[in-house]
C-alpha cells in the first residue's frame, strides 16, 4: 500500500520534513497547517517541492471545530473553510480532515451535524475537493469512530467520508470489528499511530507520548487488517505527536517510521517479506581500545586465553573461554582516549542459522548496510547497523556447511589454547545504553529485524534520575540484549555498555579474581542487611555472599547471584551466576549497583591511564 | 513547626543528601530505605552524621506490603519487620513508615489488618518503636486517609498511628475535612507534596510529577491547617518524587525545598512573615553587551535616546523613551561575546512602592540576596538572584519620599533629552527561558517573593520541541514576565531572552524602523491567508498588517499587535501594541516566531560583529 506521513510527527522547517520523507522513501504526506503557516514557501512552491521528491500531497490537516449550533458560527466556518479550500487547490491536493469539534456548541443532535457536513462536503466539491471525517478521542460529541461513521452516512454526500485514526479508536478502547461496517470507499484515510499502555488523560497521551506502530502496546494491525478488509485502498498514513521526535533528527526518524510500517504491513498480513532469522547466540562481542593493555590484564585474571589475531594484519585480537569470544581491538576506530571514552563495545557477532537468509531480512526492513572493506580471502561477514551504532555482524561459528568467521584470525606460536574447564562459560547478555532519542527505535528494530522477543520495561533509580530498561532475547535466553536509556537529553557522555559473562561458580571466579589482586565494585554492608530482611538465606550462603560481595536475587524459577568488575571507559564486565530458571537481570539491585559506580571508587581503565 | 524532607527527594549520595538538607535549614529527614542500602555508611555513621549536621533523623521509610491474608507471609513480615527495627535502632530514629499494602493478598477485612497492625506496634513498642501507618493512592484495599485512620483507630494501640500525606489525599480528590475527626496526637506524620493537576495513572503521577507545595494545583495547605487544628504538633515534611528533581543539583533544590516550606506555613495560617510587596513595573531593564554598538544603533532606530551615564565610572549607560528605561553595560560581567552568548538581559529593576519592605519579604523567603559593591554617594539598591540568575533589583523612580536609583545617572553634554511624543511608552512585559530544572522553582518564586499572579500553563510548538511558558503578573498588568522552558535539559546554550516594548502605532514605529534601514523578523504569507481564514478584518486594516510584517491576535476584551526584531545574541526586542484589555501574550502566533527565528535569517548582532 501507498506509505505516508503527516509532517507534524517530524522535526524541523517544512522544506527539511518534505526531504526526510521522500529521502526515507515514503509515497506521499499529510501538510500539517502549523508546518505550511511556518513555511516562507507559498502553497504552489510546496506542491512544486514535493512532486520534485516525488511525493503525493495526501491530505491537508486539521481543520477544526466545524460543527456548531451556533449560527453565525456555522457561517464563519464555512468561510473558514472556503479560504482553505483555496489554499489547498494552490496546495495540489483533494483531501481536508475534519476533526470532531471539541466546542462547547458543538450540537448534540446527530442530525444536525449530518446536514453540516453535507453543506461543508457540497462546498468542497465545488471545489473538486473531498472532506475526511474523524472523531477526536476527545471530540465533545463524536468520539468514537463508529459514531463519526453513523454521522458520515446520515449525510450521504459522494465528497464526504471518513478518517480512521488508530489511535482515537485503540486509547478508547474501541474495537476495531466494527471497521467491517464501513463500505471501503467511504474511509478516504487512515491514520495510524502507536502509543505506550499507560493510563493517561487521553488528550495528555495523544499529544507527547504517540509513537510508531510496533514502539507501543497497541494492536494497530488490526485496525489496518480492519480497514483492508472493508476494502480501503489509500494510503497508510504516519500521524505521531512525541516529544523525542519533535527534537530529533528528522531524517533518521522517517527512516525508523518507514520501517514501522514495513513491519506492521507484515503483521496486518498485507506483505511476506524475508522472515526473520532468530540468532541463536553471541558469535563474539567487539571492544575496541586505542590501549588495550588494561583490558588484557583483566581477561587474563578472568582466564581468558588470546587465541588468535587477525589474519590480514589488523589490530585485532581473539581472547577466548568456553563459549564467550571477545574481540579486543586496538585500532580503535571511533573511539576515543578521552576520560569518559576509552574502551567501548563497538560490534556484536551475532551467531545466526542462515546469515545470509538474515541479512535479506535486515534489508528487507531498511537496516542501514555497513560497507566492509576485506580482502578476497577473508570470510565475507555482513553486518547492519543498530539504532546506537552498535555494529551487528551475521556469522556462524562452527557450523557445518557455513564459514567460520574465526577463519579471519590465526594463532600466535607464543600463545595457548583455551583450558578443557572454564570459568566463564559464555555470555549471558549484553546491555548497551542507547541515546535518548533513539530507544523507540531500538525497541522496534531489535525485534523487527532480529525476530528477537521485547520482555517488559522498567523503571530503575540512578542517584541522579530515573533509567528505563527494556531486554530483547531469543526464545531460549541464549542471546540477551538489555537496552537503557535516560529519560531524556542530557546524558549523552559516556553511555555505559556492560558485558555480562555466564559463570558456573561465582565464588571459585571472584576467590581467583581476588587472588590476582582485581578489586570489583564494593556492595554496601546495608545491602545484605536487607537481603537477610527479605529472604532466608542458609547462613554460609549469606556470609559468603556479603565476603564475596555478592548480589542476589529471586525469582519462582531460581536464583541470581552477580557482580561488577571496575569501569573500562565506558565499559564494564558483570559476572552472572544463573541458577535454576532464574529469568531476569537482577534489576533489583541496579540502584546498589549504580550508586556505587556514581561514588565513582573503582575505575580500572583510567587509574590504568592514570598510573 | 519542624522542617524535614525525605532524602528521596533530592539528587546523588545519601552523604551529599544530608549535606544540602542542613545546609539549606531543615531540621531533620526521613531517610529512605533506598538510599541507605545503597550507602556505604552504616547506620550509626548515618546517625552521627545526622546528628553532626545538627538534622533529627525524624522518620525512616517506607515498609511496604505488610498486611496479608497469607499466614506464612505474615509471618515473613513480621520477621523482615523485625530487621527493620534493628537498623532503626542503630540509625536513631523511633517511627517507621508503613505503606498499605498493593499486593493482591491484602485483607479485604479491616479487622484483619487493625489485628495484623496491632501485633506489629507490640513488636516495635519492645523496641521503643512507634508505627505510622498509611493509605497509599493506589493501595489494594486501604486508599484514602479516612479507610486508613478507622483502621488504626479499631487496632487501638500507644505504638500505632497514622501518617497523612497530602498527595494520596488530594490526587483522589479526598476532602482534607475528615482529618478534624483524627486525635491530633494519633497523627504521627505529616508528609506534603504538590503536582500539577493533570488526569493520570496516580501512581506514575506520584512517581515523576510531585512537586513541591506551591508548584503544583493541590490546596496542600488545607491539609496542613487540617492537621495543625486536629493537634498534630510534628514536622512538615517534604516527599517528592520528581524526574526533574533527582537530576538536579541537591544544593539547589533543597533551599527550593525549604522555601516552598516558609509558603505553605505562611498559606496554612501558622506564619506571619513579612507581606509580599508588588512591584507595580519595570524600573529598568538591564541589558549586558561586551560590544554595545549594535544595541545603541537599534535602540536609537526606536526611538530611545541615552540620557545617562554611571556617576561611578562603571560602563553603564541609561537609554529612556517614554516610561521604558533600558541600562546598556559594557562591562559584560560574565557575558561572553561567543555566538550564542553575546548581548543579554542580567537584571531587572522593580518598582516599588516599598524597596525596603519587599526586601524583607524576600529575605525571609531565603531569596538569595547579591552583595553590592557600591561607593557611599551611590543610591542604596538592593538585589536578590531569580532562579535563572537574573538581578532583582527593588527601587523607586521620581517616587515622593524614596531616592531615585536614577541619581546615580549623569547626564552628558552632547546626550540629548527624551522627546514629548515617545514612539514606546513603556516596557510591556520581559520573557526569560529558564534553565529545564529552574522552571519549578521559578514559578514559586515569582509568586511567593513578589507576590505576581501565576497566569495559566500553555505548550507552545517549536519546529524542535514543545515550550511550556507561564507569564507571572501584578493585577494591573504593569508588571508581566513570561516564563519560558523547554522540556529537559540539552536546550541550554544560549537561553533566548526578550524585552517586548509597547507601543501606541506599531504602524508609524514600523514604518520608522524601516526607513532606518531596521529589518524585522519575516512573517511568512501563509500566515495572513490563515488570519485572514480565522478573522474578518477590515480590508484596509488586513492589508497593513500583511505589508508591514505584523502578527495579529484578538480576545474578548481586546485586540494584539506584535512583531520582532533580530536576535541580538540570546536577546530579541518584541514590539507589541495592545488595543482594548487584550490581556494575552500573542502565545497563538508563538510557532510562526520560533519557525522563523530557527530559520535563522536575521541576526542582528552576529552580522554586526562579522561586517
Chains 1, 2 share one sequence.
Not at 600466535?412 to 533513539?438: C, F, M, N, Y
Not at 526464545?475 to 553511555?495: K, S
Not at 570489583?520 to 545491602?527: D, H, I, K, S
Request: negative net charge; glycine residues 10%.
Amino acid at each position: 500500500m501507498r506509505k505516508s506521513i503527516a509532517t507534524v510527527s517530524l522535526s524541523g522547517s517544512l522544506s527539511q520534513k518534505l526531504v526526510a520523507v521522500a529521502a526515507a522513501g515514503f509515497d506521499g504526506v499529510e501538510i500539517f497547517e502549523n508546518d505550511l503557516l511556518a513555511s516562507p514557501l507559498a502553497p504552489e512552491e510546496v506542491r512544486a517541492r514535493a512532486a520534485d521528491l516525488g511525493l503525493a500531497v495526501e491530505m491537508f490537516q486539521p481543520f477544526r471545530d466545524f460543527e456548531t449550533d451556533d449560527a453565525d458560527q456555522l457561517a464563519a466556518n464555512l468561510r473558514r473553510a472556503e479560504r482553505k479550500f483555496a489554499v489547498m487547490t494552490r496546495l495540489g491536493t483533494d483531501l481536508l480532515l475534519v476533526c470532531s469539534s471539541v466546542d462547547p456548541a458543538a450540537p448534540a443532535d446527530d442530525a444536525r451535524t449530518a446536514e453540516q457536513l453535507r453543506l461543508l462536503a457540497e462546498r468542497a466539491a465545488a471545489h473538486g475537493i473531498r472532506i475526511a471525517y474523524e472523531a477526536l478521542a476527545w471530540g465533545r460529541q463524536v468520539n468514537t469512530y463508529d459514531h463519526a461513521w453513523r454521522i458520515v452516512e446520515k449525510a450521504d454526500h459522494p465528497a464526504l467520508g471518513t478518517c480512521l485514526d488508530s489511535f482515537h479508536i485503540l486509547s478508547r478502547g474501541g474495537d476495531p470489528a466494527g471497521i467491517g461496517q464501513i463500505p471501503g470507499e467511504k474511509i478516504f484515510f487512515l491514520q495510524l499511530a502507536d502509543a505506550p499502555r499507560t493510563a493517561m488523560d487521553v488528550l495528555q497521551w495523544s499529544r507527547h507520548y504517540r509513537c510508531f506502530p510496533g514502539q507501543g502496546g497497541f494492536d494497530v494491525a488490526g485496525v489496518v487488517a480492519a480497514a483492508v478488509r472493508a476494502g480501503y485502498t489509500g494510503p497508510l498514513s504516519l500521524e505521531v505527536f512525541n516529544d523525542v521526535f519533535r527534537q530529533a533528527d528528522a531524517a533518521r526518524t522517517a527512516v525508523d517510521a518507514l520501517r514501522s510500517l514495513l513491519v506492521l504491513e507484515e503483521s496486518a498480513g498485507l506483505t511476506s517479506p524475508p522472515e526473520p532469522v532468530v540468532p541463536t547466540g553471541f558469535a563474539f562481542v567487539e571492544l575496541a581500545a586505542a590501549d588495550p593493555e588494561p583490558l588484557r590484564g583483566l581477561l587474563t585474571a578472568l582466564g581468558f586465553v588470546r587465541t588468535g589475531r587477525h589474519r590480514g594484519g589488523k589490530p585485532v585480537e581473539l581472547w577466548e573461554q568456553g563459549e564467550a569470544r571477545l574481540l579486543l581491538n586496538a585500532s580503535a576506530l571511533g573511539v576515543s582516549s578521552a576520560p569518559g571514552e576509552g574502551p567501548a563495545l563497538v560490534a556484536l557477532g551475532l551467531e545466526s542459522p542462515s546469515p545470509e537468509a538474515a541479512m535479506r531480512r535486515a534489508e528487507s526492513l531498511i537496516a542501514p548496510v555497513l560497507p566492509r572493506r576485506r580482502r578476497p580471502e577473508d570470510v565475507q561477514l555482513d553486518a547492519v547497523a543498530a539504532p546506537d551504532g552498535t555494529e551487528l555482524f551475521f556469522c556462524a561459528t562452527a557450523r557445518p556447511g557455513l564459514p567460520d568467521w574465526r577463519r579471519d584470525f590465526t594463532m600466535a606460536e607464543s600463545w595457548t589454547k583455551p583450558g578443557p574447564a572454564p570459568l566463564v562459560t559464555g555470555i549471558d547478555h549484553v546491555a548497551l545504553t542507547q541515546p535518548w532519542h533513539r530507544f523507540d527505535e531500538a525497541s522496534l528494530f531489535y525485534p523487527a529485524v532480529l525476530g528477537l522477543r521485547p520482555g517488559e520495561s522498567l523503571d530503575l533509580a540512578d542517584p541522579y534520575g530515573l533509567f528505563r530498561s527494556r531486554a530483547v532475547a531469543d526464545a531460549d535466553g541464549g542471546l540477551r540484549i538489555a537496552l537503557n536509556v535516560a529519560p531524556g537529553p542530557g546524558h549523552e557522555d559516556g553511555r555505559p555498555q556492560h558485558v555480562a559473562l555466564a559463570v558456573n561458580d561465582l565464588g571459585s571466579v571472584l576467590r581467583r579474581l581476588r587472588a590476582s589482586g582485581v578489586a570489583m565494585l564494593p556492595v554496601p554492608a546495608n545491602y545484605y542487611e536487607d537481603l537477610e530482611a527479605r529472604f532466608v538465606l542458609p547462613e554460609a550462603e549469606s556470609a559468603g555472599l556479603r565476603e564475596l560481595g555478592v548480589l542476589y536475587d529471586r525469582d519462582e524459577p531460581g536464583e541470581f547471584l552477580h557482580c561488577y568488575t571496575a569501569t573500562y571507559g565506558r565499559l564494564f564486565f558483570e559476572l552472572v551466576e544463573r541458577r535454576g530458571g532464574y529469568r531476569g537481570y537482577g534489576a533489583a539491585n541496579a540502584p546498589v549497583r549504580l550508586a556505587a559506580q556514581h561514588a565513582g571508587q573503582l575505575n580500572g581503565w583510567s587509574r590504568t591511564v592514570i598510573d
